[in-house]
């Protein structure tokens, strides 16, 4: 190879390798996508859904690490978020329905939060929840799942239930989760079988 060659393809592949690192960083650091295993998040989100995760929501680590560079706020009830299991470490897709000082009682899948039910209606092809957050579908199916609380949640701790309320394995079970492990805010699905955009 000549020397004019070499100085061409050094800076090539300088450039490339800067490139490839800048693009792991900000899939590591800022988003990311997630496929959907589950049906936990029924009717919200479908097994095999892909969905759009903005893991700088509620802070920003130093990629590979779980080394916070900043802090922001939230997460908020309403947000659907990636999160860690405390139980094993395996990332989940839930719903956050309480924040620190709320106290939280699931009975039969229906909230209450503050001393105040969560309203539930018939709506078009199913029931919406009409809190926290924005109203959104939810399922009730199989009784709902295990009933919760009452329960007043401490600082940095945070309840996360499933939409499918009935299946659904999530802090009802493994109890309250940590705000560190909170991965980031799903946007919305932007895979069902084809190219769609449904925001959270």
Do not use: C
């Not at 009409?130 to 600082?155: C, I």
Request: overall charge positive.
């Amino acid at each position: 190879m000549t020397r004019p060659a070499r100085k061409r393809i050094g800076p090539e592949i300088v450039g490339t390798l800067l490139m490839l690192s800048l693009l792991f960083s900000a899939r590591a650091s800022l988003a990311d996508h997630y496929h959907v295993p589950t049906g936990s998040m029924q009717p919200t989100v479908e097994p095999g859904d892909r969905v759009l995760v903005n893991k700088a929501a509620y802070g920003v680590r130093v990629p590979g690490t779980d080394l916070r560079l900043a802090r922001f706020g939230g997460p908020a009830a309403g947000d659907v978020v990636v999160l860690e299991s405390p139980e094993d470490g395996i990332t989940l897709l839930k719903r956050v329905v309480a924040v620190p000082g709320q106290t939280v009682e699931v009975e039969r899948g229906h909230l209450t939060v503050d001393g105040r039910r969560v309203l539930v209606r018939a709506g078009t092809g199913g029931l919406v929840e009409e809190g926290p957050g924005e109203p959104h579908r939810v399922s009730m199916a199989s009784g709902g799942g295990p009933d919760y609380g009452p329960r007043t949640l401490p600082a940095d701790r945070y309840l996360v239930v499933g939409d499918n309320r009935g299946n659904s394995r999530d802090g009802r079970m493994f109890g309250l989760v940590d705000r560190d492990a909170m991965r980031g805010q799903v946007l919305g699905v932007y895979w069902r079988g084809g190219f769609r955009w449904d925001s959270m």
